[in-house]
Nanobody
Framework: QVQLTESGGGSVQAGGSLRLSCVASGYTFGAYCMGWFRQAPGKEREPVAGIKPERSYRETYYADSVKGRFTISQDDAKSTLYLEMNSLTPDDTAMYYC?????????????????????WGQGTQVTVSS
């Protein structure tokens, strides 16, 4: 049974930083694409960053709004996905979700399934005040 457990959210002032973590279990870590999505109140869930393990490199995706500020990475030994978030703004306020499995992570497409990825964490809240 695949489980994704996020942590690291919180409240910060604009310009601050946070690092989100997502510990994965129930499958061979690195076998699936993984990524981060976010959903603000009244808005649709949107992809923030995605990572696709390839033989010699890892294809990544970043939403235009976070390019240069957010970095996705993974530690295979710890079965953990990270999202380093810097220069946060109030527009980054949302519930952040870790996702894994087949589906779309922005422009990163994994497997034959299209649409939202298959597996989800419970989410971690990020609130940025001005």
């Amino acid at each position: 049974q695949v489980q994704l457990t996020e942590s690291g959210g919180g409240s910060v002032q604009a310009g601050g930083s946070l690092r989100l973590s997502c510990v994965a279990s129930g499958y061979t870590f690195g076998a699936y694409c993984m990524g981060w999505f976010r959903q603000a109140p009244g808005k649709e869930r949107e992809p923030v960053a995605g990572i696709k393990p390839e033989r010699s490199y890892r294809e990544t995706y970043y939403a235009d709004s976070v390019k240069g500020r957010f970095t996705i990475s993974q530690d295979d030994a710890k079965s953990t996905l990270y999202l380093e978030m810097n220069s946060l703004t109030p527009d980054d306020t949302a519930m952040y979700y870790c996702a894994a499995g087949g589906g779309d992570y922005g422009t990163v497409q994994c497997g034959p399934k299209r649409g939202l990825p298959h597996y989800w964490g419970q989410g971690t809240q990020v609130t940025v005040s001005s």
